[in-house]
């Protein structure tokens, strides 16, 4: 079996009114990215999908991805380090998040292929079993404290179990007495139980983390990622008590491997699609597991075909903080998957339509794509 034919397709899905994302980096009310496409010459297919970064840029993206599919035409889906090595050539040495998401939407794609082909769903390729869903965190946006509280009020009621933060600038002003109102109100309106994960996105420099995070400790709660950049984020974890989540720092296994010899975070969030896949995905959790360093899953900005697979991926590894992100979806108005395809939520856990499926047993509406903006092979 050989691949012979990558395709990417324009996406263009709208939010809810009233549902749009917000946080410290702005407000994402348009999801604009692209499906891609892997056909084998046996007439196979397999499905990714690509988050263009910067968002609004999916033109530069797919010129980017242009080597990168070209390397895989003519090669074997089930060869994955062949593969791998041939993607890590044609991009650069410094693996950037967007030069990682580009090698994501092809990993997907393969692992949908390789499912098919043996005729099992991705999670048994990866050794997981699906039991019966996967709980899921909801992520508030960045609003007044009385707004967070109430959102966090209607999500707890709904099932969710987790609660991510969203905090930092909030309409360009950061001011640190309302960054801890919002947390005294989303704690209060959780109650008690509920997994509460502060995330400003980077949003904080490195003093303003230090005076704050001892503040919220009575509120009981993770954080996320307050500064830029590994060295500081080494500094704010020696200072603090509360338990400490790295993400956006988090790329490949090298980096991991520098975190966990640095002790500079609890735990790790890990973006499947930002780490170029599901192939690098596991072997930094196998990594993390050797090391002891806990781990959360989450998602990227991503339709309900790329929160299918991190149902499988989430089967898989059973994350320290049990909730896995990909919830984006509930949020916009158009639909990529096929209707009884894929996931799907049921209060707070996500379950899959068909889970006995081969591959991720998601395909997306044909209605819903573009006329393809890149086609390598033949
Ligand atoms: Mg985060």
């Given at each position: ?8 397709f ?13 946080v ?24 990714g999908?690509l ?12 010129e980017e ?19 791998y090595?041939?993607?890590?050539d ?17 990993d997907?794609a ?61 309409q ?20 008690p ?11 904080w ?16 709660v ?17 200072a603090i ?17 520098d975190?966990?010899?640095?002790d ?21 959790l196998?990594?993390?597991?050797a ?18 697979m ?6 898989t ?9 990909g919830?984006q ?30 591959g ?10 573009g ?5 390598a092979?033949?």
């Open positions: 079996m050989k691949i012979v034919r990558v395709e990417a324009p996406v263009d899905l709208r939010y809810k009114p009233g549902k749009e994302f917000l410290s980096y702005g407000v994402i009310d348009a999801m604009q990215n692209a499906i891609v496409r892997v056909t084998t010459d046996d007439g196979l297919v397999g499905y999908e988050m263009p970064l910067p968002l609004n840029d999916r033109a530069a993206c797919i991805l242009k080597p990168l599919a070209a390397a895989i035409i003519g090669q074997d889906p089930f060869s994955l380090r062949e593969i090595a041939r993607i890590d044609t991009i650069s040495d410094e693996r950037t998040s967007r030069e990682l998401l580009l090698k994501g939407s092809l997907f393969l692992h949908d292929l390789m499912g098919k082909a043996a005729g099992v769903p991705v999670y048994k390729l990866l050794g997981g079993s699906y039991d019966d869903g996967v709980p899921m965190h909801f992520s508030i946006s960045i609003r007044t404290p009385e707004e967070m509280g109430e959102d966090t009020a209607a999500r707890v009621a709904e099932g969710f179990r987790t609660i991510e933060v969203k905090l930092g600038r909030f360009g002003e950061l001011d640190l007495e309302t960054e801890i109102a919002r947390i005294a109100a989303i704690r209060k309106a959780a109650g139980d509920v997994v509460i994960v502060a995330d400003p996105n980077q949003g420099t490195v003093d303003e983390a230090i005076s704050v995070l001892p503040r919220l400790e009575e509120f009981d993770y954080v996320e990622q307050p500064v830029k950049g590994l060295d500081d984020l080494a500094v704010v974890h020696s008590k509360l338990p400490m989540i790295a993400d956006e720092c988090v790329g490949t296994s090298e980096i991991l491997a975190i966990i010899r640095r500079a975070a609890d735990l790790i969030n890990l973006k499947i699609l930002r780490t170029g896949g599901l192939f690098e995905a596991c072997k930094m196998d990594m993390c597991e090391a002891g360093l806990g781990y959360r899953h989450d998602n990227v900005i991503q339709t309900r075909l790329a929160s299918t991190m149902i499988h991926f989430s089967t590894y059973h994350a320290s903080l049990p909730d896995c992100g919830t979806f509930t949020r916009t108005i158009e639909d990529i998957v096929k209707d009884g395809e894929g996931v799907y939520m049921d209060g707070g856990t996500a379950k899959l339509h068909n889970p006995d499926a081969p991720m047993g998601a395909t997306p509406k044909p209605e819903l794509l006329d393809p903006i890149l086609i092979g033949r």
